[in-house]
């Protein structure tokens, strides 16, 4: 069975949907004022594990939820500074996240609400009265906020000090101070210039935590939802605030299971604009990397462990990457008569597998699983042991393992765009056989340097030539 950490206990729990046989799982999406960077795509790519997990691991049905959040002061702000309307200026980001998340193999969630669609602004607005009917809001120049003394558990997620809360004393940014409780805002009064809208509380603009708070709730069917997840930086206020929100106005439990992934270091230093070491999807593939290889590096820590970003360990991941996919090709040569030990092999690592990733998503494990059969297999192959139905099963058994890890999929949909058409790719690949058919073996040689050069290797087997990206 399934064990997940969960962040509200401190301890790993097991792990059933409430509802028949299907998970209603909420992750906190991007913030749409720049592009994302690798540190909130460790979190995505986690997420995705998970919702993999779920899927093929567990076999439970997931609804998933990523939000853009498209309004607040940040995005406010880039948009009057770009001169564009809100909506313009957060669509382009919008449009770059979905493509990195294409790029790095991420499943399409079932939604992908903005904050400022309609049916979010009204359900936002119908929360706010909900809180005001129970008498968890306070109205201070238009603005509403949310009284935290009002609520006894407050600070729970985060294991606040109740003598720390400065019930209030009022905050009205969208971030503040990690260490500095106070009561938030809800619905922020209209300013000159600003964006407005008008919910049945007054004009104005919902502030950054009411928005997961009426989407999720919306989206997934009301409350409890099975999963909700994010990075750690979001525990407090983000996700304290969310519960206080939810639980305030439904007066039931807000998320079952709270997950949280790590963050991303770059060597060994916090990602910083002044370090100038904070990358993008497109910035990593600049340096020459594969996305299916950024994914790998990605996951192959456990997520709730901080995971150190080096080009010496991207370096390592495709590496990593393309033993599995050179051993997958391997497979095509399997002409022995059958290895007793393999079935065997397969066994011990589809078990490893599954008992690891049970075991609060423990990638790291898996990982292992995987590659253990990859070294068995190899060793077979080399001893001219592994038959066709031998390596029918390990593949069959590789591909199971992908399902979930999504990055041998990921680097098959890479070559299959190749960095030259790949007419012009199998043509040279026949000259070069002619040529070395005619002896002409420097000829064949500067094909296959040719090819080199643009990006694309060649590779001689005893059942022809394959060609991968370089």
């Not at 969208?174 to 008008?198: C, I, N, T």
């Amino acid at each position: 069975m399934l064990r997940l950490y969960n962040t509200l206990s401190r301890q790993e729990e097991p792990f059933v949907p409430s509802r028949d046989n299907h998970v209603r799982l909420y992750a906190c999406g991007p913030t749409v004022y720049a592009r994302g960077h690798i540190g909130n795509f460790r979190t995505f790519v986690c997420v995705d594990v998970l919702r993999r997990t779920l899927e093929h691991v567990a076999g439970h049905g997931v609804t998933q939820v990523v939000n853009y959040t498209d309004v607040d002061d940040k995005t406010i702000g880039g948009a009057r500074e770009a001169g564009v309307p809100l909506r313009e200026y957060t669509e382009q980001w919008i449009a770059t996240f979905r493509a990195d998340a294409a790029t790095l193999g991420l499943r399409t969630p079932e939604d992908a609400p903005r904050a400022t669609d309609e049916a979010n602004m009204q359900a936002m607005g119908e929360l706010v009265l909900a809180l005001e009917r129970k008498g968890h809001t306070y109205r201070r120049d238009g603005s509403v906020y949310f009284r935290i003394a009002s609520l006894p558990t407050y600070g729970r997620l985060a294991r606040l000090d109740p003598e720390g809360l400065h019930a209030g004393a009022r905050v009205d940014v969208d971030e503040y101070s990690k260490d500095d409780a106070r009561d938030f805002v809800l619905w922020k009064a209209s300013k000159p210039g600003e964006p407005s809208w008008e919910c049945g509380v007054g004009p104005g603009r919902p502030g950054w935590h009411l928005e997961c708070s009426a989407m999720a709730l919306r989206l997934l069917g009301g409350p409890p939802i099975d999963i909700h997840a994010g990075g750690v930086d979001l525990i407090f206020p983000h996700h304290e605030n969310e519960i206080a929100q939810s639980e305030g106005a439904t007066g039931t439990t807000f998320a079952r299971f709270w997950v949280h992934v790590e963050h991303l270091f770059v060597e060994n230093e916090k990602m910083s604009k002044s370090l100038g070491n904070v990358f993008t999807v497109p910035d990593v593939v600049a340096r020459g990397f594969r996305p299916s290889a950024l994914r790998y590096l990605l996951l192959s820590s456990h997520y709730r462990k901080p995971l150190n970003f080096t080009w010496a360990g991207m370096a390592a991941a495709e590496e990593s990457l393309r033993r599995v996919v050179d051993f997958l090709a391997r497979l095509e040569q399997a002409r022995g008569q059958g290895d007793p030990g393999l079935a065997g092999a397969v066994a011990r690592a589809r078990e490893g597998f599954r008992a690891s990733l049970e075991a609060d998503l423990n990638t790291a494990g898996a990982l292992a699983a995987l590659f253990d059969l990859v070294r068995d297999g190899n060793a077979a192959i080399d001893a001219g042991a592994m038959g066709p139905a031998d390596a029918v099963l390990v593949r069959e058994a590789v591909e199971e393992f992908d399902r979930v890890l999504g990055v041998v999929s990921l680097r098959r949909e890479e070559d299959a765009r190749p960095p030259i058409p790949l007419e012009e790719i199998e043509q040279a690949i026949e000259a070069r056989r002619q040529a070395r058919q005619q002896r002409s073996f420097a000829e064949a040689d500067r094909i296959r340097d040719g090819l080199a050069a643009r990006g694309v290797l060649l590779e001689d087997n005893p059942t022809g030539t394959r060609w991968k990206r370089k």
